[in-house]
């Protein structure tokens, strides 16, 4: 069943129109990825979705139209890890996460807290640290504990790899891959690096120049020739 | 030496004065990144209001409630319809503009509807002056001395403490990541400009005893107030305070002892302050760096 | 909303054809020229009033409007201009008009000198240092009492008619100040156009672009602060003039809120808008006192609050609202094809 079904998705900044006819679905309890060059229009469908940005079209979340709505869907569990991160540099990294559980009852939070701080362990680690002062891998594990912290039932994950060395990515990958495992948690990842994400990914969809392609089983791109020529390098 | 002390003593109440206006200051740049120049002079208004109340024979600890709460509600009704619409797209200049609008209006509404002359305030505790050794000491004096720590102390406890204040943080901090992780944002924001007007209100009654209630009451100290704040770094209670402190007691001392300063030109030191501060270290004594843009 | 959305859309300054900016010219002038010989002392007094806040006003466009950079200090440079007036010309015996050289020049080199560091400020650091710095400007006066009188401060009876004309004393110095602030209106139109005024609107806009274009904006920055400081002297002066009385009260920060409303309400970056706004704050309290003494001040905050929510272009902006279209419809007054 969709989680998450996009239909005739425009939007852009101002005059720029940059995502033109996106459709999309998201399965429940997959890992699905967008995989699209620089400039592709990641980030702005992300946004778009978590309404961040003007969009025209349907976005369906849950059964339920998010766009023209004033709600905010972070508080109907869709939980966004924006490119660059976006943690609170100034609070400690403990702050950063019970912030992010400030919707949630107090005796819940707390459990969470030591939950991912076990997950992540360097979080745990520098749990009274100012956030500003980690490292880019830890940066980015922040803001993805600080994204679960509010007990999402979809992520949208704009570009983890960014900034980190292959090995860490991978470290962070298989995280993901085990939280998907453990809670059933709908992903939804855009990247530029396939060869990781594809090994994580339960689907995966192509966009370029603000369109999207088809979406496809993660093992059968894995396979395509275009794909491999695009963004495998080979 | 009794002078000394007696200077020493003075520059405490005239610093915690200071302070009290310099706390409002804070908590409203705390949660919007930004000076409300109305500040002093809602706080006069709101001890304006206190005083009307008593006049019409309620009594003093009601009047002083009812106004807290009403300022509280000008306070956030500011923030809701003059502020909100202006911080996503204007700059500094259009809020200072706006916030200097504010304050002619309430100066001057002041003026109005109570009429310019000077009014006399009860005092909270009268009586004997305390003797400290030498010197000596108000009783109204020691009481403003003791609500500003105690409201410094939970103005701390607020931002460090409480849901409420990490939301504050968060959202100054980073705007666009609190708005999308849902927080609620704009209700701290109005929230904290209540509290801003309620504590100058507080604040405005224990000192009009003292400086003479009347409209602009405060303004021969915002200057220094301002030099509090800023000394102290702007985004940090205690600053505000030991800010205050510093400012009052050696606007005290340098009126007294230096010669060529006099009554007249203390106020010349407070604008070095501010430029040096400003200029060599502006996150002042306890603020976080880069608290303001310079 | 539309409606708001309308009054805050940017209008460019209205274009008109040669002759009709040169039937506009005349009338103005005629007008201003005229008209002190049939009005009573006191009007002739307002006037001359305006025409030193609104060279005040005309600094302080090039400042905040063009370049960017609040100040909310300018009323020292004006009392600076004022008392230099006083002393030199009252008690000194100088020729009055040479007081506004020497008000430009010694209010050029303090607002370089004040300039110089605070300007490495920007926003609201630099609004509070000018705040401060018009925040103890009546103190200093008061401090300075040898020079200033103190408290008292210095009465006047200077710029007398010279004997060949047969005018009164307030239409002669109504003239004079005319004519000074004529002269910077013209100074202060040559500035905002053409290159110095591209690198004014450079550093407001984008620092860093600008600089990649060769503007240093430290510097342009400095100097215009220079300029307008000494345009406030020199509106400081005729100041003098106008109320033949200095005295440090007059100087606080009544008065710099006042130079704020009239750039405000003017509307910022118009060098005609300045002038509006002068005349908007000398009528405003005449045309409020029968109600209250207080509405004058509220008229200014309401005025200052109000242009900022909806009317961002000030007055100017209003005469532009109404002018684009009457322009383009009235043949003849429409720029020439
Ligand atoms: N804030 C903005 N204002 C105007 N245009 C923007 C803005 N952000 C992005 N764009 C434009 O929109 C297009 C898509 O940008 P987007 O950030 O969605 O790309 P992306 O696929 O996320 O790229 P990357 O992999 O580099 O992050 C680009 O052409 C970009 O120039
Ligand atoms: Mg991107």
Redesign the pocket.
Known sequence: MALLEVAGLHA???A?Q?LHEVDLTVDDGDITVIL??????????LRALSGMLPARGSVTYDGTELLGRRRNPARMGIAHVP?GRGTFGTLTVEENLRVAGYHRPAREVESSIRRWQEFFPRLGERADQPAAGLSGGEQQMLAIARALMSAPRLLLL??PSLGLAPKTTRGLFEGLKRINDETGLTMLL?E?NARLTLAIADHAIVISA?RTGEKRPAAQMWQDETIQRAYLGD | MTLFLQQIVDGLSSGALYAATALSLVLVYRASGFLNFAQAEMATFGTFVVWQLWIWGVPLWAAVSLSLVLSFFGGALMERTLIRPLTRSASHLTLIIVTLGVMLILLNGAGWIFDFGVKEFPSVLGGPVVELGPAVISRQSLVVICTVFLLAAALWVLFQHTRIGLVMRAAVDNPESADLMGLPTGTVLTISWGLAAAIGTLMGVLVAPQVFLAPGMLLPTLIYSFTAAILGGLDSPQGAIVGGFIVGISENLAGSYLPGIGADFKQAVALAIIMAVLLFKSEGLFGTKGVIRV | MSMLAALHRHRPRLAVSRWSSWLLVIVVLGYLLYTPLVSVPFANTQKSLIFSYALVGLGLNLLTGLTGQISLGHGAFFALGAYLCAVLVGNEGWFYLSAVPVAGVVGFALGYLFGRPALRLQGLALALVTLALALVTPSVIKRLDGITQGREGIILDIAEPPSFVSLDQDQWIYYVNLLILVAGFVVCERLSRGHIGRSMIGVRDNENVAMTLGIRPATVKTRVFAFSAAMAAIGGVTYAYAIQFVGPEAFGLDLAIAFITVIVVGGLTSNAGAVLGAVFIVYMPSWTQEINQSAAGIGYGVALVLCMLVLPAGLIGLVRIVGHPLVRRVPFLGPNR
């Open positions: 852009g900044y101002g720029l940059v699209g060059a620089n400039g592709a229009g990641k980030t702005t469908l490119q704009d570009e855009v530029q603000g």
